[in-house]
C-alpha cells in the first residue's frame, strides 16, 4: 500500500496531531518564554480522546485523556498528561446493548465544581480526578443521579448553581438535572422528546434552560458499524424546549427552528422583553447516513431569537467563517454577553490555524494566526477586578509541528492579535482534543 492509499485509508482522527499518544509524562518547571502572570494561580486541564490501543471506531469513542498545567506565582510549575482510568479503560466486559453509565470513556471535557474535579463525557457518570490527574471513580451525587451526565454543563454565575442534562436510548430520553453551588442534587425533570437524539449541548440563561431536540438520531446500522450510533434525519424536525428554572414540567414550551445540528452553544441570555437570545456554533445538517471516517462538517456562528410567546424563533448568522470551539467570560454565562471567542477550522473542519475574537456589539472579529500551529480551544480567564467583558486572558494549547510538542499559550484577551503573554513549552505533543477548563486555586 502507497503512502497516499494508507492515507486515505486511515481515519482523520489517526492523523496528524489528532492521532493519540501512548506516553503519560510528568515534568516540572517547564520552560517559558514571556511572563506568567503572577495572578494565575490553579490548574488548566483539557480532556480529549486518546485510544489506549491506539485505534477507536469513532473520534469522538476513544479513552479519554486528560492534560494539565499547573500555574503557581508566575511559573508553569508541572505538566501532565492522564489516561482517565474507567472500568471501560482498565478492560471490564461491555454488555451488548446497554450502555454503562459507570463505565465510560469520559473524554469530552473537565471542570470543578463544589470541591471536585470532574472529568465529563455525555454517555456515562462524570469521573471524579484528582488535581495530580489520578482518577478517583465515577460519582452520582451520592446515589441521586441515575442518568448520563452532559459533557456541557453550565454553571450560574450569579447562584453558583450547576445545571445539566442526560440523555440516553431508554424512555425518558432526555432528563434535566440541577445542583446547588454546595454540590447538591436538587432536582431531576424528565423533559419529554419523540426519540432518542444526539444532544451535546444545551443553553442557560438567568430565568430558563434550553434543551436542542434536534434532527441527528439514534441509527442502528451506524451502531453497527462501531461508529457514533447516529445519523441525519430528514423527518425529525429541529426545536427548542425552553425550561423555566426552578419551576416543573409543566412550565416547558417547544420553539421550532430549522433544521440543523449544533454542537456547541456560546451562550444565551434574555432581553428586557423576555426575548430569549442563543448564539451557537451552527451546522447546516451532520453525518447523512450515519458518522463518515473521511470528513468533518463546518460550523458558523448563528442567532436564535425567541420573543415571549413565540412559536418559531427568528435566525440570523453572525459571520460566515468556519468555526467551533465557542467560548465566552463565563462570569457572562446565562447573561448578556458581546464577546464570542472562536477557533477557525478552515473549510475541512480541521485545520484549526487560527483564533478568533468576535465582537458582536461592533461586528469587528479579531484574529490569532498561529505560524505552523495548530490550536485547540481557548477559555477566557477573567482578570482580578477586570472592569470589561474581554479582561483577562485566553489559554489553550497549541501544537508547534516545529518542535513536534505543543506549547500552552497565553493571550491577552483584549489584545489576542498580539504576541502571547507567556508560551509554556510542554515536552511533549498535546493531540487536538476536546474541551478544558481554568480552575482557580485549584
Ligand atoms: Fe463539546
New binding site residues.
Given amino acids: 500500500m502507497s503512502q497516499a492509499e494508507a492515507k486515505t485509508k486511515t481515519p482523520f482522527w489517526e492523523q496528524g496531531n489528532l492521532a493519540p499518544v501512548q506516553e503519560e509524562v510528568t515534568a516540572f518547571d517547564l520552560p517559558v518564554e514571556g511572563a506568567i502572570p503572577p495572578e494565575l494561580n490553579g490548574l488548566y486541564a483539557r480532556n480529549g480522546a486518546n485510544p489506549r490501543e491506539g485505534h477507536s471506531g469513532h473520534w469522538f469513542l476513544g479513552d479519554g485523556m486528560l492534560h494539565g498545567v499547573s500555574l503557581r506565582d508566575g511559573r508553569a510549575e508541572w505538566y501532565r498528561n492522564r489516561w482517565v482510568r474507567t472500568p471501560r479503560f482498565n478492560g471490564a466486559p461491555r454488555t451488548p446493548g446497554m450502555p454503562d453509565i459507570r463505565s465510560g470513556v469520559a473524554n469530552?471535557?473537565v471542570m470543578a465544581h463544589a470541591g471536585k474535579i470532574m472529568a465529563l463525557v455525555e454517555s456515562a457518570l462524570p469521573v471524579v480526578m484528582s488535581r495530580e490527574l489520578d482518577t478517583v471513580g465515577s460519582y452520582d451525587y451520592d446515589g441521586k443521579l441515575d442518568t448520563p451526565f452532559t459533557?456541557?454543563p453550565k454553571v450560574c454565575p450569579t447562584t453558583g448553581e450547576l445545571h445539566f442534562f442526560g440523555y440516553g436510548f431508554v424512555p425518558p430520553f432526555l432528563t434535566y438535572h440541577a445542583v446547588d453551588a454546595a454540590g447538591t442534587l436538587m432536582r431531576s425533570i424528565p423533559v419529554p422528546v419523540r426519540a432518542p437524539t444526539m444532544v451535546?449541548?444545551f443553553a442557560m440563561t438567568s430565568g430558563h434552560v434550553i434543551f436542542m431536540d434536534l434532527p441527528v438520531v439514534f441509527d442502528m446500522p451506524a451502531a453497527q458499524r462501531g461508529t457514533m450510533p447516529f445519523a441525519w434525519s430528514d423527518s425529525y424536525g429541529a426545536r427548542l424546549g425552553i425550561l423555566k428554572r426552578g419551576a416543573g414540567i409543566e412550565s416547558l414550551r417547544w420553539v421550532e427552528i430549522e433544521p440543523c445540528y449544533v454542537?456547541?452553544v456560546a451562550n444565551a441570555f434574555e432581553e428586557a422583553d423576555g426575548t430569549i437570545v442563543v448564539d451557537v456554533a451552527w451546522y447546516n445538517e451532520l453525518w447523512r447516513g450515519g458518522p463518515s471516517g473521511k470528513t468533518f462538517d463546518r460550523a458558523v456562528l448563528r442567532r436564535w431569537r425567541v420573543p415571549p410567546g413565540a412559536t418559531k424563533a427568528q435566525e440570523q448568522f453572525l459571520d460566515d467563517r468556519s468555526i467551533e470551539f465557542p467560548r465566552i467570560n463565563d462570569d457572562r454565562a446565562g447573561l448578556s454577553h458581546d464577546i464570542v471567542y472562536t477557533v477557525d477550522t478552515g473549510n475541512d473542519g480541521l485545520t484549526y490555524e487560527l483564533l478568533r475574537k468576535y465582537d458582536l456589539k461592533t461586528g469587528k472579529s479579531t484574529e490569532h494566526v498561529f505560524d505552523n500551529g495548530m490550536a485547540s480551544e481557548f477559555v477566557h480567564v477573567p482578570g482580578e477586578g477586570g472592569k470589561s467583558e474581554d479582561d483577562g486572558w485566553l489559554i489553550g494549547f497549541v501544537y508547534d509541528r516545529a518542535r513536534n510538542a505543543s506549547d500552552l499559550l497565553i493571550l491577552d484577551a483584549q489584545k489576542i492579535e498580539s504576541k502571547p503573554v507567556a508560551r509554556i513549552m510542554l515536552p511533549a505533543r498535546v493531540p487536538q482534543g476536546?474541551?478544558g477548563n481554568w480552575m482557580p486555586g485549584v
Fill in positions: 469530552t471535557n459533557a456541557h451535546h449541548d454542537f456547541h476536546f474541551h
